[in-house]
């Protein structure tokens, strides 16, 4: 069964350090997301990206985050100097549409990359 | 006033048990209602997807909208310890995001 796909499982960063999370989605899916998990909170989305542009993006996805496509296959949440608050669980999804049908707009999510900033 | 309630629990239970679980919201356009589980440590997984009002039955689980209450159901008949996790009720706002509740930890112990 397809699923998608994050890399690295944990990432163990400073303060003020950049990171790139990846996320390979699933193949013949054509939008994106990324949430956040703080532990012991809620899922909270962050950003949604389809045909290479942003597409909606919630109040915490402010001037440090950005997200790129750079190829077919990955998609990438990039946070240009973490704080300590942006420790979280994040996770990529993926969905085959927005509309349409009872399934094709499914959020299938990965297992998340677990970010620690120190 | 917080878009989507829901019980943290945790929730412990006998295997066989009938499980409840259940989410209020806030905003009556919300049209698109959802039921993820989530294993410790992983990433949530579907597991119902309602459209409007209504029950929706899948194998042992059933999941309830009842619009005009604002409120949403999940039930798990003959519950079994695979089915300790943390479940999430999530609602779609929009055509992008989805809006999640707390989630409820739920125990089934043999």
């Known amino acids: 069964e397809p699923e998608v796909t994050q890399t690295p499982s944990h990432q163990v960063t400073q303060m003020g350090q950049e990171v790139i999370l990846r996320c390979v989605p699933i193949?013949?899916?054509?939008?994106f997301y990324w949430y956040r998990q703080i532990l012991g909170q809620k899922v909270e989305f962050l950003v949604s990206f389809y045909n290479n542009e942003i597409s909606e993006k919630s109040e915490i996805f402010d001037d440090q985050f950005s997200v790129e496509r750079p190829d077919g296959s990955n998609f990438t949440l990039k946070i240009r100097s973490t704080k300590l608050e942006d420790s979280a669980m994040y996770f990529c999804?993926?969905?085959?549409?927005?509309?349409?049908?009872?399934?094709?707009?499914?959020?299938?999510f990965g297992p998340g990359t677990r970010l620690t900033v120190l | 006033q917080k878009e989507v309630e829901q019980d943290p629990g945790p929730l412990s239970v006998p295997e066989g048990a009938i499980v409840s679980l259940n989410c209020t919201y806030s905003n009556s356009a919300f049209q698109y209602f959802m039921w993820y589980r989530q294993y410790s440590r992983k990433g949530p997984e579907l597991l119902m997807y309602?459209?409007?009002?209504g029950n929706k039955e899948d194998g042992r689980f059933t999941a309830q909208v009842d619009k005009s209450s604002k409120y949403i159901s999940l039930f798990i008949r003959d519950s079994q310890p695979s089915d300790s996790a943390t479940y999430l009720c999530a609602l779609r706002d929009g055509y992008n995001k989805l809006i999640f509740g707390a989630g409820t930890r739920l125990a089934v112990h043999p």
């Open positions: 999804a993926s969905s085959e549409a927005v509309w349409g049908g009872r399934y094709t707009d499914t959020q299938y």
């Open positions: 193949s013949n899916h054509l939008y």
């Open positions: 309602t459209y409007s009002s």
